[in-house]
């Protein structure tokens, strides 16, 4: 199974003030058709997953524009311009070019 | 709008079985890939099996198979997860969500709790 390792895993961050999340995976996301399905997901306390990006850079309908995905092959960034209070949350990078479709440990960012 | 709407959960012995079920609105049901994805509580995400548009194709995550079944009802814009066998390891939150490969839109989730 690819293996999805996110880094850090607790991100204090002030409010106003850029954050990143580092996620990296054991094999090469490329897929056969040439997409790299690297996704990332917000989870805010008490709610469901919600995607934010999708294939390493596109970023959801309605999702601010202060949330970038980057990164190729292995290595890859969630980043986050201005963190606001409602970015609070824990935040997963998941991969779909193999299976199983596994998900990283999770990044939990919070206001310092 | 898109909706999700999972169902089905509850508190359950070990080696007993539960359907969850999960009804789709808000777009064409059958023309998505279907996937289910759990979350123990206190933990991370994992998931555990999706299914083509045409119920031709399903694939699970090792933990589950032989225990689990995922089907869907084009017709009632419906995803099941028939799950048997149940472990106090099968105790989380599950989610239905769409998609394939990308995981576009998630439920709210339903929380199975497997315990005597």
């Known amino acids: 199974d690819v293996v999805m390792t996110q880094s850090p895993l607790s991100l204090p961050v002030t409010l106003g003030q850029p954050a990143s999340i580092s996620c990296r995976s054991s094999?090469?996301?490329?897929?056969?058709?040439?997409?790299?399905?690297l996704n990332w997901f917000q989870q805010r306390p008490g709610q469901s997953p919600r995607r934010l990006i999708y294939?390493?850079?596109n970023r959801d309908s309605g999702v601010p524009d202060r949330f970038s995905g980057s990164g190729s092959g292995t290595d890859f960034t969630l980043k986050i311009s201005r963190v606001e209070a409602e970015d609070v949350g824990v935040y997963y990078c998941?991969?779909?070019?193999?299976?199983?479709?596994?998900f990283g440990g999770g990044t939990k960012v919070e206001i310092k | 709008e898109v909706q999700l709407v999972e169902s089905g959960g509850g508190l359950v012995q070990p080696g007993g079985s539960l359907r969850l079920s999960c009804a789709a609105s808000?777009?064409?049901?059958?023309?998505?890939?279907m996937s289910w994805v759990r979350q123990a509580p206190g933990k991370g995400l994992e998931w555990v099996a999706n299914?083509?548009?045409?119920?031709?194709?399903?694939y699970y995550v090792d933990s589950v198979k032989g225990r689990f079944t995922i089907s869907r009802d084009n017709a009632k814009n419906s995803l099941y997860l028939q799950m048997n066998s149940l472990r106090a390891e099968d105790t989380a939150v599950y989610y239905c969500?769409?998609?394939?490969?990308?995981?576009?839109?998630w439920g709210q989730g339903t929380l199975v709790t497997v315990s005597s």
């Open positions: 969500a769409r998609d394939l490969r990308v995981l576009s839109k």
């Open positions: 808000g777009f064409t049901f059958s023309s998505y890939w």
């Open positions: 299914i083509k548009q045409d119920g031709s194709e399903k």
């Open positions: 094999q090469s996301l490329v897929h056969s058709d040439g997409n790299t399905y």
């Open positions: 294939k390493v850079s």
């Open positions: 998941m991969q779909g070019t193999h299976w199983p479709l596994t």
